[in-house]
């Protein structure tokens, strides 16, 4: 199949790519570079199947001419982290709306499937564990910036779901916490990037709030493996939870790291104000079910975290022995 990844120089964009290719198909990313690096597709930027375009969603005559190449789309390309929805909110929201909308616009008439990269962010604060896809979302107030990536990334589900009334096939698949080598302590998963980059620099590890908030944090693998077989017809006009079903504490985390990456890094609590400013909210626990991920796509995450980490570590240890930043 011919398929274009919007944001494939990216983290989970990246991998992904190279598992289509794996699998016989010629792809098309379009990336922009704002936090993707072209160094993360050094394997197979010349691989007779790829096509590498420096290029923006926001271009929509690109875009369309991309899209009018392929039979599938995957929309990866979006502005996310915390940080940034603190610091910089109209370019998250601008970022994760236009870039959507122009997708879903330009592939209606061609009716091309569109997999859609939302997030579990989405469900909010909503306490009742585990997320299934059709609960409840729980935010806080629109004058606390850090929801506007959730509320941004809701509104271009609700967009996707739109264009699915009127005839076009469309997944949308929610990731929980995303982690491995390529990922960056910008990017929306940044706790174990930046747990093990100051493990292994001798460096605090800092834990942000209590430490007693759980994640279930997935390694790349197991996000690749549900993203790719969200391609399947039988995911049309579905949301599917993409996740590891076993929640760790940010604190034993740390320690977890810390252990693997043999480092003597004190773990230190800083509170969220702190790190991220006053009127901070975060949830408490995130879980995904994955009831629905089984069924349709035959979907079981199976990195277990020490596994993971233990791979994420190698990378990074490369990534501060070679003293680059474009890996
Ligand atoms: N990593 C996670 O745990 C996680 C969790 C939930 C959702 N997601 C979603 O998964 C997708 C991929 O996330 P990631 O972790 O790989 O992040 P990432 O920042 O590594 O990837 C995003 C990519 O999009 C590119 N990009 C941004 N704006 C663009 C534009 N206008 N045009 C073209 N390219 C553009 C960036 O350069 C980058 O390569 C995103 O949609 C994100 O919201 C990720």
Redesign the pocket.
Known sequence: MKILV??G?????SHLVERLLREGHQVWT???????KKAFLNAIISHPRHHFVHG???DRALLKELIQQVDLIYH?????GVKNCVEHPLKVIE?NID?TRNVLELAYPERKKVIF????EVYGKNSRLPYREDDERVLGSTAIHRWCYATA?ALDEHLCFAYAKQGLPVTVLR?F??YGPR??AT???GVIPRFVTAALKGESLEVYGTGEQTRCFTYIADTVEGTFRAMSPTADGFVINIGSNRPIAIKRMAEMVKQLAGSDSPIVTIPYERAYGRGYEDMMHRQPDLTRARLLLKYEPKVDLETGLTETIRWYRQLLTDGRSDR
């Open positions: 919007t944001g120089a990216g983290f989970i964009g379009v990336d922009d570079l704002s936090t993707g923006t969603v926001l990866l390309a979006a502005v996310l970022g870039g990269a939302s997030t579990s990334k990731y916490n995303a990922a960056t990017a929306y998963g």
